[in-house]
Each structure stands twice: as structure tokens, then as C-alpha cells.
């Protein structure tokens, strides 16, 4: 009698254990789907360091820093959108100017302009210099500083990408995640 009662209690124990979990493993995949998603490269503005193709765990809870890689959504039209991935080279705070058809983002903080006028031969060596379409000559010379919420992104390979060079700054409500690891 006493043999039985404890098989019951084992296999009533051991019913609880196996409920148990299935439902953590359950609430483990729920909160991995809400937290990342997984992102396929097309193109080759991202090469040598993602390659088309190459599958992207991408975070969709952390908010990017510099040089992070970042997936976003750019918004053209009603029906039209288009998704990159790109690197942020220029933060909210970060200094955006342009000089002789070029463009410099400097970190807040590296440059005193009260001091010297900023030219391309006296930048500082933490300075990003990149060359500017007709168009981002324009918008960029309108621009000063990164505000709160904007970023600006590249590609890796800088002569074959369209970034923010191209689309201007982006919002942070236009990035989808950051990117977590390459998967294959």
C-alpha cells in the first residue's frame, strides 16, 4: 500500500516536472521572439564585414551605441519601405559638419569652436571624414550637432551603400534592433 502511494506521488511528481518545463521552454521562446528577430543581408554595402546573404540575430530591446551595427526601416511613401543594415558612426550629441564637400562628425566634447575654426587639416584624430553627394551637401550644411533620437548610419563599404549620406539622419523609432551575431 505504501509502495503504490509513493509510485503515485513520483509519477504525479514527475507529470508537475515535465508541465514545469514545457512552460518555461514555452515562455523562453515567447520572449525570444519578442526580443530579436532574425534579418537576411542584401547587398554588398556592409562587405568586407557582412556578406549578402548572411543571416543576423538582431536584439530589437537595446538602444544602439556607436559603431554598433543596426537594422532600420526607411520610410518612403505610403507603401514604400526599405530595410538596411548599417553601422552607427554618429550618435545624438556628435558634431556634423561640412567642409569643402565633406562631411566631419566629431565627438561632443573633441572640439572647442570658440577656440579655432575647424578645417580638414586640423581635425581631431577621433574625427570621421566622408565624402558627400550634392544632396547630402545641402542637408548637411543645415545641421550642426546630432539631436536627441537621430543617428547617423554608413555602410561598411562606403562607395557602394546607401546610408545617411543618402537619407539623412535617421530617427530611433526607424531602427528595428541591433545586431546580436552573424548565424550563418
Known amino acids: 500500500m505504501e509502495k503504490k502511494k509513493n509510485q503515485k506521488e513520483i509519477k504525479n511528481l514527475w ?15 515567447i520572449l525570444f521572439l519578442l526580443q530579436f528577430h532574425v534579418y537576411v ?22 538602444s544602439p551605441k556607436k559603431y554598433d551595427i543596426v537594422t532600420l526601416t526607411v520610410h518612403r511613401g505610403k ?22 564637400g565633406r562631411l566631419v562628425i566629431m565627438p561632443e566634447g573633441s572640439w572647442d569652436f570658440s577656440q579655432k575654426e575647424v578645417t580638414l587639416e586640423n581635425l581631431p ?25 537621430k543617428y547617423f548610419v554608413l555602410g561598411d563599404n562606403h562607395r557602394n551603400s546607401k546610408d545617411s549620406r543618402t537619407f539623412g539622419l535617421i530617427s530611433n523609432s526607424m531602427i528595428d534592433g541591433v545586431v546580436s551575431y552573424g548565424l550563418f
Open 79 to 100: 507603401s514604400n519601405e526599405e530595410s538596411y543594415v548599417k553601422r552607427v558612426v554618429g550618435i545624438p550629441g556628435d558634431y556634423v559638419i561640412s567642409i569643402d
Open 41 to 62: 543581408v542584401q547587398g554588398e554595402s556592409m562587405d568586407p564585414t557582412l556578406k549578402n546573404g548572411e543571416y543576423l540575430l538582431v536584439n530589437k530591446s537595446v
Open 15 to 29: 507529470r508537475w516536472m515535465k508541465a514545469a518545463c514545457f512552460y518555461i521552454v514555452m515562455g523562453g521562446a
Open 125 to 149: 584624430n577621433n574625427a570621421t571624414i566622408l565624402d558627400l553627394s550634392d544632396s547630402g551637401r545641402d542637408y548637411f550644411s543645415k545641421i550642426n550637432k546630432i539631436p536627441k533620437g
